[in-house]
């Protein structure tokens, strides 16, 4: 059960803004890299369900809100922050 997954625009803008802002940037690429491994995987058993359609994700210094289109097998990222802010 493979998906792709897809990061939204301002869902990378935001990302580059913490990685920019990160003192640790080797766990901020490891963490997306691990985002991108299990949304791809089985993106239904990852995070937690929010209101309508959407999920988030703590991973790590991360945080991400994403949802899941079955018919096109594919996920999509659309706002990504620090852990322990909100997205």
Do not use: C
């Not at 994700?57 to 999509?76: A, N, Q, S």
């Amino acid at each position: 059960m493979n998906y792709s997954v897809e990061w939204a625009d301002a869902a990378e803008q935001q990302l580059a803004k913490v990685w920019s802002d990160a003192k640790d940037k080797p766990a901020v690429n490891d963490a997306v890299d691990e985002i991108d491994r299990r949304l791809g995987r089985d993106p239904h058993s990852q995070g937690e369900s929010r209101s309508g359609h959407k999920r988030i994700l703590f991973m790590g210094p991360l945080v991400v809100l994403f949802y899941i289109d079955e018919k096109k097998r594919e996920v999509t990222v659309v706002s990504a922050g620090q852990a322990g802010k909100r997205p």
